[in-house]
């Protein structure tokens, strides 16, 4: 009973028990102090703060019974809370009365908002010490929170700053090691080339060492021949003459071979495309190189059809007769590799040109092929997509796709590191890089594809598996 007078003996603008209760014009009621503080900041009329009726006359008249009910409520021992000291307001320089929850700050009377509505944020300084302790806990409590999440967090970025550097060191020996057989694959060619254009030459100089002897003692022999002809032109001997003039001749006749020329040097391999030349060489150390493969009719979906050496496939308008097999496709016009991988390092290319959309990558041995199930990670398939001429890729359970680029390859690569669990995409004209899949694969993955044109354009649309001819 206390509770509920005390509730009916508080002024609605300091929600304190009334001390020294006045009353309006319009039987509301309000602590002097309160009204007057309020009123202290309106110049002219004024009006009551509850209904709002104009009072032209600021009477204040002193309610009689009020105080009298506020005294009794004393004598219960609940006294009206006193006044925060040594606090004032700083717009008004008023004793704050009350604590606004909105604001979170102390008013005065000159401070209340006008209106029911404004003072409901409104609450006594004893209950806005509680809230605002309250609020306090809250922010201590979630401050807590958050620095354990710091914590861990800085733990987290720690230990993957450390495993960052160790992939980049990893990766930049792996970088070092591959591009370092390049390069003595190219030095062994340059060191093999250089030494055989030394041979050569060395032989080259030699036979013309050995011709240039030959020269000098044929120019000497012909030089004493001329000598003895003109002798015996110059002879009045007729006899003699005609006794040495055939020998003379056949001697002669030794000059009228050639002289002997020394072969030329091969320029042609000395000085051609010796960096083409090079690069078709470098492949058999290429390592993995593009991979020959060819499709397994078995696995093909009937609306599929596969030229003939199992290189190219495209949709049919009409579904073919194809033999029962497990391993047929039936809820998708798709189509596996002959061969999988379930070890080390390979490398595929996917000639995508002449298609306007398709689905292409590699999928577990145990994909499902007869019901309609998502493609997606978590069912087996790793895929691109070519769609609206942009190519997407899939990397979660829920199929949501993301954008890899909005560049329209001809040709894409596709990369599997088996053991560590990689399977990467690039645009082949180029080798830069779509995306990245990472996954620990615990069965056989075959090359991919599925056909996505429609039946207008499927007899013009192919896709074919790049075969490297060098």
């Not at 190189?289 to 596969?306: F, K, N, R, V, Y």
């Not at 039936?330 to 991988?341: D, I, K, Q, R, S």
């Not at 990558?361 to 499902?368: F, I, M």
Request: aromatic letters at 8%.
């Amino acid at each position: 009973m206390a509770d509920s007078l005390e509730q009916n003996l508080c002024c609605s603008l300091c929600a304190r028990i009334y001390c020294e209760p006045v009353t309006l014009d319009c039987a509301h009621n309000f602590c002097r102090a309160c009204i007057e503080g309020l009123w202290s900041t309106t110049e002219g009329n004024v009006s009551c703060p509850i209904c709002g009726q104009a009072l032209p006359k600021r009477e204040l008249n002193t309610n009689q019974l009020l105080a009298t009910l506020v005294t009794s409520l004393g004598l219960l021992g609940r006294r009206p809370s006193p006044p925060l000291t040594g606090q004032t307001c700083p717009s008004h320089w008023g004793q704050p009365l009350l604590f606004c929850t909105k604001d979170l700050k102390l008013v005065c009377p000159s401070c209340m908002p006008q209106g029911l509505e404004g003072r409901h944020s409104l609450m006594p300084t004893e209950e806005g010490y509680a809230f605002c302790q309250e609020k306090l806990e809250n922010s201590a409590a979630f401050l807590v929170k958050r620095m354990e999440e710091y914590r861990h967090a800085e733990i987290s970025q720690s230990s993957r700053m450390s495993e960052t550097l160790e992939l980049g060191e990893t990766l930049k020996e792996n970088i070092q090691a591959q591009f370092l057989q390049m390069h003595q694959f190219l030095w062994e060619q340059e060191v093999t080339l250089s030494e055989r254009l030394t041979k050569e030459s060395q032989g080259l100089v030699q036979a013309l060492g050995t011709n240039l002897k030959l020269v000098a003692k044929r120019n000497i022999s012909a030089d004493k021949l001329i000598t003895e002809i003109r002798s015996l032109i110059e002879t009045e001997d007729q006899s003699r003459l005609l006794m040495e003039t055939k020998n003379l001749l056949q001697r002669c006749d030794l000059h009228r071979e050639p002289v002997l020329q020394p072969p030329e040097v091969s320029v042609g391999e000395f000085n051609g495309p010796l960096q083409y030349m090079a690069w078709k060489r470098m492949i058999s150390v290429v390592s993995p190189a593009p991979a020959p493969l060819t499709l397994d009719p078995d696995t093909a979906s009937p609306c599929l059809m596969l030229s003939k050496d199992h290189t190219m496939v495209k949709r049919r308008t009409k579904l073919r007769q194809v033999p029962e097999s497990g391993k047929r496709f039936t809820f998708c016009a798709a189509v596996l590799a002959t061969e999988g991988f379930g070890s080390g390092r390979h490398y595929w290319e996917v000639d995508v040109e002449t298609s306007a959309s398709w689905i292409i990558g590699a999928v577990n041995d145990s994909v499902e092929r007869s019901e309609d199930v998502p493609l997606t990670p978590s069912n087996g398939f790793w895929t691109v997509r070519l769609w609206n001429d942009k190519v997407h890729w899939c990397q979660d359970s829920l199929g949501a796709s993301q954008l890899c680029t909005d560049t329209r390859p001809d040709r894409v690569g596709i990369f599997l590191d088996y053991e560590r669990g990689q399977l990467s995409f690039y645009d082949a004209r180029d080798m830069s890089h779509l995306c990245t899949f990472f996954e620990h694969f615990a069965e056989k993955l075959y090359p991919f594809a599925f056909p996505l044109s429609g039946l207008e354009t499927a007899e013009n649309e192919l896709i074919r598996l790049f075969h490297l001819r060098l």
